[in-house]
C-alpha cells in the first residue's frame, strides 16, 4: 500500500548537505496541539458531551473497544449543522504545544521532511495547520454523510485488512518519503503506538511513553519541545551522532506492519544498519 511522500519540492533540500538524513513524522492530537480535538469538540458541542467523551475514552483504553470503533461512535455524535462553527472554534481556541513554533523553524531552517500523521480529523486539523502557516503533508481520517444526515469517519490512509485502527501510521512511518532517509516519529498515544515500533527514531509522552517503556521500544521523553527541538538541532548540526540503529518492529505486535517488519533483513539508512 503506497504512502505518498513529502513533497518533491521539499524533500531533495533537506537531503543535501553534510548532517544526518532525516524526516519527521508529527502527531497531531496531544502533541502538536495540547488537548485531544476529537473529546474537546465531543465535549463542546454534543449533548451531555463530557461524560460520553470520557466513557468512549475510557473503554478505547481499557481495551474494550477498537480505535475505529471509538472513532465510529465519535463521529457519530458531532452535529453536522454545526461543523463550520467547530471549525472556526478549533482555529481559534487549540493552541500549540510549548516550544511548537521553534521545533518548527529549526526543520524549516534545515529544510527536514515533515508531514503530520494523525488519528484525527482532516476537518479539525487543517484549521490549525492553515492559522500557523503550515503546508505539510497530512495523513489523517476524513468524515462523510451517512446518508441520514449524519456524519460518518472514513480511512483512507487505513490498512487493507487490519481494522485495529483507523489510519494505519505503521504503514506511513514505514513508507514516509525519500528512500535510506531515518524517519522520526513524535507522538503521545494510543493511535501511535505501532509506528513507534516502526520508525528509527522516537520521541515519545503520556501513554505513548508508558507503551514504549513496556514494550522495550527506545525513545527519548519530552512533555514541551524543547529538548525534542535541542536534540534535534544537535542532529542536524552534527554536533551529537544519532543513536545507534535499532531493530524495528515486534514478533509480538498486534500490527501486521510490525510483525513482519521485525522478520526482515537489515537495511542501511546510511547511519548504520538497521532491521
Known amino acids: 500500500m503506497a504512502v505518498p511522500g513529502p513533497s518533491s519540492r521539499a524533500a531533495p533540500e533537506a537531503l543535501r548537505g553534510g548532517g544526518p538524513r532525516l524526516q519527521i513524522l508529527l502527531d497531531f492530537d496531544g502533541t502538536l496541539v495540547e488537548p485531544n480535538v ?3 469538540l465531543v465535549e463542546r458541542f454534543c449533548p451531555d458531551g463530557q461524560r460520553v467523551a470520557h466513557e468512549i475514552d475510557q473503554e478505547l483504553h481499557a481495551g474494550h473497544i477498537t480505535l475505529r470503533e471509538a472513532w465510529a461512535r465519535q463521529v457519530a455524535l458531532l452535529p453536522p449543522s454545526r461543523l463550520h462553527e467547530m471549525t472556526d472554534f478549533v482555529a ?3 493552541p500549540l504545544r510549548r516550544g511548537a513554533r521553534r521545533l518548527l523553524g529549526l526543520l524549516r531552517e534545515h529544510n527536514v521532511p515533515t ?5 484525527g480529523l482532516e476537518f479539525f486539523i487543517r484549521p490549525v495547520l492553515a492559522r500557523e502557516g503550515l503546508e505539510y503533508p497530512l495523513f489523517a481520517d476524513g ?3 451517512d446518508g441520514e444526515a449524519r456524519l460518518r469517519v472514513v480511512h483512507p490512509y487505513g490498512h487493507p485488512t487490519c481494522r485495529l485502527c483507523g489510519i494505519c501510521k505503521a504503514n506511513v512511518a514505514l513508507r514516509f518519503g525519500a528512500p535510506g532517509v531515518s524517519t522520526v516519529f513524535i507522538g503521545d498515544g494510543s493511535t501511535d503506538k505501532y509506528a513507534a515500533e516502526v520508525a528509527e527514531i522516537v520521541f515519545a509522552r503520556h501513554r505513548l511513553q508508558e507503551y514504549c517503556a513496556r514494550a522495550n521500544v527506545p525513545f ?4 514541551d519541545f524543547d ?3 535541542n536534540r534535534l538541532e544537535g542532529w542536524l548540526t552534527g554536533v551529537h551522532p544519532l543513536p545507534p540503529p535499532r531493530s524495528r518492529g515486534l514478533a509480538t505486535s498486534a500490527c501486521p506492519i510490525s510483525q513482519e517488519l521485525s522478520r526482515s533483513p537489515p537495511r542501511d539508512v546510511g547511519q548504520g544498519v538497521v532491521r
Open 143 to 145: 468524515i462523510e454523510y
Open 227 to 229: 529538548p525534542v527541538t
Open 38 to 40: 476529537a473529546i474537546v
Open 115 to 119: 508531514a503530520i500523521v494523525s488519528g
Open 92 to 94: 481559534r481556541e487549540v
Open 220 to 223: 527519548f521523553p519530552f512533555d
